[in-house]
């Protein structure tokens, strides 16, 4: 909520520069889209050729019937970051080198309901003895981020135009928990196997310490 408010406010403030306010050449705000959600970006000159700005992202989507380790899960994605970067245009006012931290609070709800015989770890259990399966995948971490990208909001010749971002981010490994509510759900061997499936489930998160950014973004420069 906290964060649709301020993307409405930097919303309301562009609006109501488009109607009024003089082309400092200073100052640009951005609606974006990106593998980070959708947002908004404030940007401003450091040097002639240094920009700085902020940004914050977010995104829900929900999918129903994904494969992880061979269970089919309902997944509740959230994506929460916020940014701070710095841009040298190097050899262009449009080629950029991109280097700063983006602050992620990424979530996965997971949540399973078995219809068949699972196997979960190294033994196979009958529905009733799962039950329904919750887990959660957590990315909370201050990431550094580098990357390129083209366009530049404040020397470009018109005051709306376009933007595109290509980099990573380099997270640590997500976290990662599992429960069970079924028969067999405070069976010690069964909390091995859910020890076992759990970090079956982070195996096959690990490649994403190295988190892919591309973004576009349409700016209005003030």
Known sequence: MKLNVILLLILSILLSCGAGCTDSGRFAGSGKVSTLGYGGEFTTGVTSNVNARVGLNKLDLDFDDREIDDIEYDLGIELRSFSALLDWYAFSDSFRISG???????????DARPTTDEQIGDTSYTR??????????????????VGIGWGNPLTHDKRWGFTCDFGVAFINSPDVSLSANGSKSSDPAFQADMAKEREEIEDDWESFKYYPVLAVSFFYRF
């Open 100 to 110: 700063g931290i983006i602050s992620m609070n990424h979530e996965l709800n997971l």
């Open 128 to 145: 009733d003895q799962i039950g329904t399966l919750s887990g959660r995948v957590d990315v909370q971490d201050i990431a550094p981020y």
